[in-house]
């Protein structure tokens, strides 16, 4: 199990990030959060197979939204999040 949290900056907001986040989660096989961010920012928790979890990050980074644009992408592994057992969009 990989457990990662990430913080995504550019075309983040207002372009469907966050529900296509959650249409590749569910695609891939991955449990986890994400949710908008005050700065503009979009942050992500996320758990699964560690090689479901590094697919995850590449289309992250590629921006699951057509008119969305990832500038950055920070990711940090956190064996201290708590294991989700859906992916689910808040705030």
Known sequence: MKKV???ATGRVQG????FMTKMVADEIGIFGSVKNQTDGSVYIEANGDPVK?????EKIKKSPSPSGKVDHL???EDS???ERIKFSITN
């Open 74 to 76: 920070q990711i940090i």
């Open 15 to 18: 372009v469907g990030f966050r």
């Open 80 to 82: 201290s999040l708590p």
């Open 5 to 7: 949290k990430m913080t």
């Open 53 to 57: 979890i590094d697919k995850f990050i």
